[in-house]
């Protein structure tokens, strides 16, 4: 966020008219090793429990959460955020995370994609989920 916006303003989406709607926009994959489990159980805990707090601000369109059986603890966050843009438009961005946490370990696999439709959405949230089970 530029630092001339104040931390209560909205975020605005700096997208050129050239960014591809509806597409994968970022995929990824993270392995975190800590020293202990109990490290690990707690960051993964906390993660978790930050992304639900922030699923209730504004422009927060929608909040899914569901359990996996995958690893000690495991996660599929998604969240689709509305975005106002500086021509007074607004964008629509989908992110879903798959994450797990197997002792010291925690694995995460991510998708966004901006303006996604609900068979994109369900598309690329059943891929984030089929890669994380290959970690």
Do not use: C
């Not at 994959?29 to 109990?38: D, I, K």
């Not at 805990?45 to 422009?59: A, C, I, L, P, Y």
């Not at 969240?79 to 992110?95: L, N, Y």
Request: aromatic share 6%; charged share 25%.
């Amino acid at each position: 966020m530029p630092s001339s916006q104040s931390k209560g303003a909205p975020r605005r989406a700096d997208l050129s008219p050239n960014t591809v709607e509806g597409q994968a926009g970022g995929v990824g994959s993270t392995v975190y090793l800590f020293a202990t489990t109990e490290g690990a159980s707690g960051y993964f805990s906390d993660s978790v429990s930050e992304v639900e707090s922030r699923s209730h601000q504004e422009g927060v369109k929608s909040f899914k959460k569901s359990d996996l059986d995958v690893g000690q603890d495991a996660a599929r966050l998604e969240i689709e955020v509305t975005v106002p843009r500086a021509d007074g438009s607004t964008v629509a961005f989908w992110a879903t995370a798959t994450a797990f946490r197997r002792g010291r370990l925690i694995g995460v696999v991510q998708m966004q994609a901006i303006n996604a439709s609900e068979l994109e959405k369900n598309r690329l949230g059943g891929k984030a989920g089929a890669l994380l089970l290959r970690h």
